[in-house]
């Protein structure tokens, strides 16, 4: 039998340590680049993709089509909040990057939390940790910068 052990894994730590570094990302940033990931959201090409009913679909594309010229502001504001989101948080390479530590950040243990020395990054991951607690909160503030007249 042999064993393979992958010694190129990084640990979540490791890695939530490494990309923090890369990017020294303070706990300031953190809703901002949350933001970022949330008017994704918004965009919706692809939930119409999911829907498997053929008759559902062409609805949808017809009440969408009913809608252009009214929608046609909010969508604007979507793509000007995205735009003025991105030039804020340093491009869509910050966002991707902070992005890739999110699962972590909810993964590492407690005790590699508190084993990191550094309290400006311990405080980054706890907020990182923490910031789909409350969900309702952040669309309700993104959805309310893209819907407002």
Do not use: F
Not at 24 to 50: A, F, H, Y
Not at 120 to 142: A, C, Q, Y
């Amino acid at each position: 039998m042999i064993l393979c052990i992958n010694l190129s894994e990084e640990s979540h730590k490791d890695k939530i340590l490494r990309v923090i570094g890369e990017m020294n990302l303070k706990p300031s940033e953190i809703e901002l680049l949350e933001d970022c990931e949330m008017v994704t959201n918004l965009i919706i090409g692809q939930v119409l993709e999911m829907m498997e009913n053929q008759e559902m679909r062409k609805d949808v594309l017809w009440l969408q089509e009913q809608h252009i010229k009214p929608n046609r502001k909010k969508w604007t504001n979507i793509v000007e909040l995205t735009e003025s989101l991105w030039k804020k948080a340093g491009g869509g390479g910050r966002v991707k990057k902070y992005h890739s530590i999110e699962a972590s950040c909810r993964e590492i243990s407690d005790e590699d939390i508190r084993s990191i020395a550094d309290p400006g990054i311990m405080e980054t991951v706890m907020k990182i940790r923490h910031i789909h607690d409350d969900p309702l909160k952040r669309i309700n503030r993104i959805a309310s910068k893209c819907y407002c007249e």
